[in-house]
């Protein structure tokens, strides 16, 4: 039978998508260099380009001189076959990005929100239209042109409700029938996405965890949460919520009891994120004596001030790796990566400390390393989601 396992068809197809998967991964080659990475045979190469070439996935692009015999022409993936939206939510604000099949970013566009009921409400899908269409335009393209959108926000899907949890300072992201709103608006399917379990993807991909299959994100941020990697693969948990540890109760932090809705505390939340959060890292340094206005500038000044900033570090890393403590006991992972405002502001001081205070805490001891992503790691893991998506259908070609 046609298309399954074994047949010809089938094996053309396997070896279409190895050919397309090396040509994203090295950029352009030449026939002779693709045929040594895949193992065919420089015929089946040949055939096997002239097919991808027909098809619009593949294209010239110049050739290799300076060596004996004819030049050798170049091969490229198509980079317009098509194109993923990528956006980053936060109560202020909508940055979307527009990137081709093979990456390359080609738009971006921001658009300001008040993070009010009154401003937001029936307004959610309008503001991502703005946004992606600021980002197109940018690109030179048209809503036509895209293929998939991957949206990072704070809190989650229920994947039985389809309602958005555990983010109540994102007032007009709560509708049912968002989803379907928002692919209406898109002209694409939607994924709305976790923005930490978005910042491991990127982590995972270009960043500290490319060698790790088991690790924790810890992102400490204006809010804090944690992305949990077993074996590869994101727990999500049965609501959506796994890594939702900014809510997690510890000694010397107000309960934010009734959950992620409770009014507890003074900011109306409650736990692990009112003592790690960047407004407590600010509350923290201005009890030492350090006046700032954010935690970048309360750690950099920290960093500079003997005496009180080596308190302010010493006490931040503590707060740190008590809560990372209970997540290590129960995961045990092989890497813990520090990521978010907090932990970025404070570098290699701050890691040495929260690893010293939790060497004492867990019985577990695994790698704590800083994020090594280069840019926003939410707004890259939307786009590695998106394009993951887009290139398993485009590049199919059974």
Known sequence: MAGTPGTPRVLRAMNDRAALDLLIAHGPLTRTRL???????????????????SAGLVRTTGSVTGRPGPSARLYEVNPGTAHVAALAVDPESITAAVADITGRIVGEHRVEAEATA???RGRTAELVAHAV??????????????????????????????????????????????????????????????????AAIAERHQGAARDAADFVLLWADEGVGAAIVLGGTLLRGATGGAGEI???????????????????GPDGGGGFQMLVG????????RAHGLRADTATEALALAAATPGAGDAVLAELGRR????????????????????GEVCQAGGERLRAAVEAELTGLALPRPQLRLSAVDGSPIMIGALR?????????VFDTT
């Not at 065919?40 to 070439?53: G, H, I, N, V, Y």
């Not at 407004?279 to 923290?284: E, H, I, N, Q, R």
């Not at 740190?320 to 990521?339: H, I, R």
């Open 35 to 53: 045929g040594e990475l895949t193992g065919l045979s420089k015929p089946t190469a040949s055939q096997l380009l002239a097919r991808l070439e």
């Open 118 to 120: 009154e401003s937001v």
């Open 133 to 198: 269409g600021g980002a197109l335009d940018a690109a030179g393209l048209g809503p036509g042109d895209l293929h998939r959108t991957v949206i990072g926000t704070p809190g989650a899907l229920d994947p039985h409700t389809g309602t958005l949890r555990y983010a109540p300072h994102l007032p007009g992201w709560h509708s049912r029938t968002l989803r379907a709103e928002l692919a209406e608006v898109t002209g694409t399917p939607v994924v709305i996405e976790n923005d930490v379990n978005l």
């Open 246 to 264: 900014g809510y997690m109760p510890l000694p010397g932090a107000p309960l934010a009891r009734g959950g992620p809705d409770a009014t507890t």
């Open 278 to 285: 960047s407004p407590a890292v600010v509350d923290l340094a």
């Open 320 to 339: 740190l790796a008590t809560g990372l403590a209970a997540v290590v006991a129960v995961v045990d992972p092989e890497l813990v990566v520090l990521s």
């Open 385 to 393: 989601t998106a394009l993951t998506d887009a290139r398993n259908t």
